[in-house]
């Protein structure tokens, strides 16, 4: 069993930096790939970033390369989403989930999904 909890959500105009984190419980988050979906007001959740179990591998959506970055520290079973260039289409609940396999781009390849946290990017 994982439980995930996410912080750094805010309210931020357009063109700042905003960093999420999700820690984790339990002994085996080493064992997961880690990913971030986001779902907007009216849409469907979509993927956002994923990292491997160790972090070697990492993974984007189109609208986010270049300027989200996604890390873990597995010694503090966290995961991090550093988010630059913010738009207001990036406006959203994120939400950090841990997968055993699977496509990481799809939301049924994660097992466990934490609460998610707000982000309001103003223009």
């Known amino acids: 069993q994982v439980q995930l909890v996410e912080s750094g959500g805010g309210l931020v105009q357009a063109g700042v930096s905003l960093r999420l984190s999700c820690a984790a419980s339990g002994r085996t988050f080493s064992s997961y790939a880690m990913g971030w979906f986001r779902q907007a007001s009216g849409k469907e959740r979509e993927f956002v970033a994923a990292?491997?179990?160790?972090?070697?591998?990492?993974y984007y959506a189109d609208s986010v390369k270049g300027r989200f970055t996604i890390s873990r520290d597995n010694a503090k079973n966290t995961v991090y989403l550093q988010m630059n260039s913010l738009k207001p289409e990036d406006t959203a609940v994120y939400y950090c989930?841990?997968?055993?396999?699977?496509?990481?781009?799809?939301?049924?390849?994660?097992?466990?999904w934490g609460q998610g946290t707000q982000d309001t990017v103003s223009s």
């Open positions: 989930a841990a997968s055993r396999g699977g496509s990481y781009y799809q939301t049924l390849s994660y097992d466990y």
């Open positions: 990292i491997s179990w160790g972090g070697s591998s990492t």
